[in-house]
Each structure stands twice: as C-alpha cells, then as structure tokens.
C-alpha cells in the first residue's frame, strides 16, 4: 500500500498579544492626542488673528466717524457748535438724512465703569431750538450719570485708557479749557459770542490704548476745518 506523503509545515496562525494590542492603543492615543494640540492650537491662533483684526477695523471705524462727525459740524445761530469740558466732547452736526430732518447732537466721552471705553453717543434728529437744548444737555448727562434710556443711543468703539483734545486757535494749539490770554485768543474771544463754543480751524484727538490689545501706546489724530484744508482733514 502507498502512502501519501505529509503535507508540507506550515506555521501556527499567531494573533497580537496582550501587551502589544496594549502599545499599540496607546501610540494611537499619543498620536491623536498630538494631532488635537496641533489643530487646538491652530484654532486660537486663527481665533486670535481674527479679534485682533476685529479690535483694528473697530479701531478704524471709530476714527472714521470722529473725523465724519467732525466734517459735518454746524455752527447755528446763538449755539454751540462744539464743546469740550473735560469729560465729553459734545458737538453739534449735520444729520445724516435730508437737511429737512434737523441737525443732531452727538457726543464722545470715556467711562471707566466700562473697563475704559470710548463711546459715542448720538441723540434723534432735532428741528426745534428747544430740542436742540434738550439732546445738548442730555448728552452732558449720558457721559456723567446714564439712566438706561440715554445708553441706548450710544455705541462702544475701543477700549481706552486715555484720551485728550486740543484745539488749533490763533496759530496755536492749545487746550480747549486754556485760560491764556495771548493776542491771538484775546482776538478771537473778543469777536466770539459769550457763552457760545465756535469751531476751532482744528482739532488734536489724542487717544491712550491699553496694552494686551492689537494695538497699543498713543495715537494722535488731527482734524483741519474744511474751509482751511482744502476739504481734507
């Protein structure tokens, strides 16, 4: 009888063992933690960049209106035009609609209780002496004591530290509160209606950022009259 012949070795199947199935896991799980800090620091650096360019358009928006705001004042008569006492910058200006709906008060102040703030504070359109009176002084008020009615007009533009205003008068700039006598202002307060803040020929805006934001230290911006500027400021 013939017999067959053995079939020929082959090697027992051998599956992973408990502790390299435990280094594998745990390779994985380096790796995916790894790959999580990668992209989670990706996504606050992106968060970031995008705040930090927020604070800046912010920033620049903010200006933009000062220097709109600015362009548009409005002297009337036996009114002050603009005014500065320390504390609020309370001016008076075109209306952004149709001559028709009157002229409106707008207001730039700081407030501490914010954290620092600079506001702007802008009342309705006003057609009548009385209101005009009216919105001058509670625009006073909104940047001392605001009750919730006054703050709903009025929108943050940037944090702030600090800030001061200069007015270019007589060849000169000075404070807006300077009690200097030179020839120059003698000159001009003497052709001045007492009590009644005229336009200045300009208008030093000097702001104060605090650090940790996307931009700090001082900044100085100066607004010509149009009339003297050849329309630019």
């Known amino acids: 009888m013939r017999r067959e012949a053995p079939p020929p070795w082959r090697p027992a199947a051998r599956g992973f063992t408990l502790v390299e199935l435990l280094v594998a896991l745990g390779v994985m799980a380096l790796l ?34 000062w ?24 001016l008076t200006r075109r209306s952004t609609r149709a001559p028709s709906d009157g002229v409106l008060v707008v207001a730039w102040s700081r407030r501490e209780s914010d954290g620092g703030q ?35 007009f009025e929108v943050p533009v940037a944090a702030l530290q600090d800030w001061q205003i200069f007015y270019f008068r007589a060849d000169a ?21 007492p009590g009644i803040a005229t336009i200045p020929d300009g208008v030093r805006l000097v702001l104060t950022l605090p650090p940790g934001q996307a931009l700090s230290g001082r900044i100085t911006r100066d607004w010509v009259r149009p009339t003297l500027g050849g329309g630019k400021s």
């Open 118 to 152: 600079w506001l702007r504070w802008q009342s309705p359109p006003v057609t009548t002496r009385g209101a005009l009176e009216t919105a001058w002084l509670m625009a006073a008020t909104w940047a001392r004591t605001p009750g919730d009615e006054q703050r709903r």
């Open 67 to 90: 220097s709109a705001d600015l362009d548009a004042l409005v002297q009337l008569p036996q009114a002050s035009a603009i005014d500065w006492d320390g504390r609020v910058l309370r």
């Open 173 to 193: 700039w000075t404070h807006p509160q300077s009690s200097d006598t030179g020839p120059g202002l003698a000159a001009l307060r003497a052709t001045a209606v």
């Open 32 to 65: 995916a933690m790894l790959s999580w800090r990668g992209l989670d620091g990706m996504a606050r650096a992106q968060s970031q960049t995008q705040t930090r360019s927020d604070e800046v358009l912010t920033l620049q928006a903010g200006l933009g209106q």
